[in-house]
């Protein structure tokens, strides 16, 4: 079963466009979500995590889990060159930030100036 | 900042050796995890280590594989006998409060 799919892009957008990364899940009973960013030759860097359906903001990035679909998404507002990167959405089946992850394959973003 | 340091960065070997990777998590960090990531594909779970033994590993993880604690700070990935396919960037992360922390990973070739 795959536990989760993201669409790996690429995608270019110009500075100041407002991004929106996505990926689905399958079902499983206890879930968290993450939304991770990896610059080239670097290991992921958590970005945002949430528990629940809604959403969840942190400056301009706003992460929006919609269990009713199985749907889960990053929006970056404001983009800049800097967020150029590849963004792995991840799933832990655990009620906890323990346990193993499953992550999408990443969706590479570039944002030019 | 606390980092999770992972040595070395880059490690070509030839077909049939051994290879032992190595991590430092977060001292104060008491889980402990290796993932993989094949050019290309998915990051993927291998073993997460707890108490000084394995709590969870994936089906990746056959005998080929092993890993320590060896002295309460270092964590290693010990790969009997590499294959081409082992070839990848490997990925050590330490879980406290607020979640994963991964390293910079080791980039293994195997020729």
């Known amino acids: 079963q795959k536990e989760v799919e993201q669409d790996p892009g690429p995608l270019s957008v110009p500075e100041g466009a407002i991004v929106s990364l996505n990926c689905t899940y399958s079902n499983s009973a206890f879930q968290y979500f993450m939304w991770y960013r990896q610059y080239s030759r670097k290991g992921p860097e958590l970005l945002m995590y949430?528990?629940?359906?809604g959403n969840k903001e942190d400056g301009r990035f706003t992460a929006q889990v919609d269990k009713s679909s199985k749907y889960i998404s990053l929006f970056i507002r404001d983009s800049q060159p800097s967020d150029s990167a590849t963004y792995l959405c991840a799933k832990g089946n655990r009620g906890s930030t323990l346990g193993r992850l499953y992550f999408g394959r990443g969706t590479q973003l570039t944002v030019w100036p | 900042e606390p980092e999770v340091t992972q040595t070395p960065s880059h490690q070509v070997t030839q077909m049939g050796q051994e290879v032992i990777l190595r991590c430092v998590p977060i001292s104060n960090h008491l889980y402990f995890y290796w993932y993989r990531q094949i050019l290309g594909q998915k990051v993927e779970f291998l073993v997460s280590f707890y108490n000084n033994e394995i709590s969870e590993k994936s089906e990746i993880f056959d005998d080929q594989f092993s890993v320590e604690r060896p002295d309460g700070s270092n964590f290693t990935l010990k790969i009997r006998s590499t294959k081409l396919e082992d070839s990848a960037m490997y990925f050590c992360a330490s879980v406290g409060l607020y979640g994963y922390t991964f390293g910079s990973g080791t980039r293994l070739t195997v020729v």
């Open positions: 949430t528990y629940s359906s």
